[in-house]
């Protein structure tokens, strides 16, 4: 195709140009699929035809090739662009930086109340809320503990509580590797009673949760119990209240 389109061009005693047509032009046209290239490319050899055979007289075969290679090479479709793109790192504060993990166990994590389809009858029912790392966290600076969970995917917060030592971790139903219990969690952004219900992957690993939560909470109870600072407003006795009044429901 390129060799009579040479022809015709007057441009067939350029022995050279043959080797320049098959690793410059003759790919570039030749990608039928890029109709703007090909467009481009066949102006430039039409309107510079003529000048091209002229220039070819003068100059040496090798400098002419050259210089042919250069125009032609930056619309070869077979040249490929490396692009690379820098990213900048971005800090994620989770607000975990200044504690310490005191225990992780891999569980799921099951809350007992409406869903959004029940929302207002009154009908509770246990909902899954994810798996992942069930965890105690103790402050380094104020040395208070609480319970942490996100799901391990999404690193969603879905459960979120001081160790209060008051809470108590009860059997669940027909399963020795879960545990339930009642607390004010802080997961949603609000403080809500709510029931959670924590499935291990077997029973040991349940009570090895179990003795530790309730070792921490004695370490909390003793913290809370050194404190000596006044509670003026009295948010310290209505919060008690309302967590002996907790109790662990049914299924």
Known sequence: MWATMMTQLG??????????????????????SCPITFLCCATVI??????????GKHLHPVLFEKMLTSC??????????????????????TG???EEVLCSHRSKLFQYGETMLDKGTGKKTWKERGIGEARILRHREHQRLRFLMRQEKTM???????????????PNAGSDRSWVWSCFDFADGELEEKVFALRFANSEVADE???????????????LAGEDKADEGGAAEEAAEALSGLKTEDE
């Open 11 to 32: 441009l067939e005693s350029l022995t050279f140009t043959s080797g320049v047509v098959a690793r410059s032009v003759d790919t570039t046209l030749g990608c039928l």
């Open 46 to 55: 039409v309107f510079f035809a003529s000048s091209l055979k002229e220039m």
């Open 72 to 93: 032609f090479l930056p619309f070869n479709c077979d040249v490929t662009h490396n692009i690379q793109v820098k990213l900048e790192e971005v800090k994620v504060v």
């Open 96 to 98: 975990e930086e200044e």
């Open 156 to 170: 969603k917060v879905i459960a979120n509580h001081a160790l209060d030592p008051r809470i108590k971790l009860e």
């Open 209 to 223: 949760f179990k003795t530790k939560f309730e070792e921490h909470q004695k370490e909390m109870e003793k913290l």
